[in-house]
């Protein structure tokens, strides 16, 4: 007898830590393998950064965050007033460790490695994302739309095609475009682009916030529980249940997944696990009245942002600041935003006072690979988190992986890069 159909018999229980896209697609697939699941988060189902993200499966993104290239661009990025990159000067001294870090995760053989896994995980996405929405009756949320990547400098022509054939090697499809062929495939962008790449199989999700919100009521139709709580510490087991302290007293289950985001690792020290997360502080306009704006998700390859156009508006995405859980938004990268999607549009209505601002956070590894993976010496907990922008992108797939670990499955693909010791060895006795 297979340990998914013991589970079956017995309604084995599983807890899963956080409530965002990663934490209830995970909960939903423990629950196709017969686990009776709870799901607890001091938010409510996709009110973290689950909300706010560009809201299409960026599978082109194989390329780690850390590369030679990307380190030579960081101090113009940084000096730009309103680059893509940004390190708020009170949070760098808590920022140096993990810094090290990333420089070091952009060794070549580093890169390689990176590379493939991302890869791997991206070419599985949208399968697992079509799997787990038919699995629920809410196939309506993927849209089949495409994605343009434009470049408004002629001079990014050689750049352009050389990232076409760099993704072809790896699978992905991209053309390109001149200026005439970019302004008939999107006439809601101004004359100021040059060229572009387009992404024919590209796909987005009508709105992330009622995605997340879909699969939470999925998963309560089956029998899922959802509480609301700060989970304070795990307190792992060798053997016997699992328990987690939370703000209103313990919960215990056989097996706990931490899919936390960008408070996962502060759950690992206390069993034994130093994972060198950082939070990537995201910004995000929502231009509520210009759901047309757009014929489909564009993202300029220069000013590196993203506009996605959704059920809920024109969402105008970007930025990479590593500022920690703790700091207040920094209010002008709302107007770098509105500065970039002006350059863009060819209608700039909606970018005043009516786009609605947010920040949330992301949570990334200095390699920029996601922990997908059970502790070393507690087989019973499981962790699922660190995707960085691809969160969206990987969820369904991440939680397809964890939950064959979690029944003592053969994972679809080798999962060893994702492991959670990959930086440190585990420390608990």
Request: with cysteine; glycine share 8%; net charge neutral.
């Amino acid at each position: 007898m297979t340990r998914a159909s013991q589970a079956s018999e017995r309604r084995e229980t599983a807890l899963v830590v956080g409530a965002g896209v990663v934490g209830m697609t995970v909960a939903l697939a423990l629950q196709r393998k017969g686990f009776a699941v709870t799901v607890v988060d001091r938010q409510a189902p996709g009110e973290g950064a689950s909300f706010g993200n560009a809201g299409f499966l960026a599978v082109e993104l194989i390329d780690p965050l850390a590369t030679p290239a990307m380190l030579r661009k960081v101090p113009r990025l940084l000096l730009d007033p309103h680059g893509a990159a940004a390190l708020p000067p009170r949070y760098l001294p808590r920022l140096l460790p993990w810094l090290i870090r990333f420089v070091a995760a952009a060794k070549s053989a580093r890169v390689r490695h990176g590379r493939e896994a991302l890869a791997a995980l991206n070419a599985e996405s949208l399968k697992a994302w079509q799997r787990c929405l038919a699995d629920i009756g809410a196939d309506d949320e993927l849209l089949a739309s495409g994605y343009l990547l434009v470049w408004e400098s002629p001079e990014g022509m050689a750049q352009a095609r050389a990232h076409a054939e760099h993704l072809r090697h790896w699978g992905i499809e991209a053309t390109l475009l001149d200026a005439d062929e970019i302004r008939a495939r999107e006439p809601g962008l101004g004359d100021t682009i040059s060229h572009g790449l387009w992404f024919p199989n590209a796909h987005q999700m009508r709105d992330p916030f009622v995605l997340v919100q879909r699969l939470a009521k999925a998963f309560e139709a089956r029998g899922g529980g959802i509480q609301l709580a700060e989970v304070n510490a795990l307190e792992p087991r060798e053997m016997g249940l699992q328990q987690v302290q939370t703000e209103h007293g313990p919960l215990e289950a056989d097996h706990v997944v931490v899919a936390a985001g960008a408070w996962s690792h502060k759950l690992l020290k206390g069993v034994g696990l130093d994972v060198p997360l950082e939070t990537e502080r995201g910004y995000h306009l929502t231009l509520p009245r210009r759901q047309l704006a757009l014929k489909q998700p564009v993202g300029s390859a220069e000013r590196r942002f993203v506009m996605t156009p959704m059920r809920c508006g024109l969402r105008i995405v970007g930025f990479t600041e590593l500022g920690g859980l703790s700091l207040a938004p920094i209010k002008r990268r709302y107007r770098s935003l509105r500065r970039h999607g002006a350059a863009l549009l060819a209608d700039e209505s909606g970018l005043d006072a009516s786009a609605e601002e947010w920040m949330g956070f992301r949570p990334t590894l200095p390699d920029s690979l996601p922990v997908i993976d059970s502790h070393p010496r507690v087989a019973s907990l499981h962790f699922a988190f660190g995707h960085q922008h691809l969160g969206l992108t990987q969820a369904a797939i991440t939680a397809e992986l964890l939950a064959a670990r979690v029944v003592g499955e053969k994972p679809a693909m080798d999962i060893s890069a994702y492991r959670v010791t990959r930086f440190s060895r585990c420390c608990v006795d």
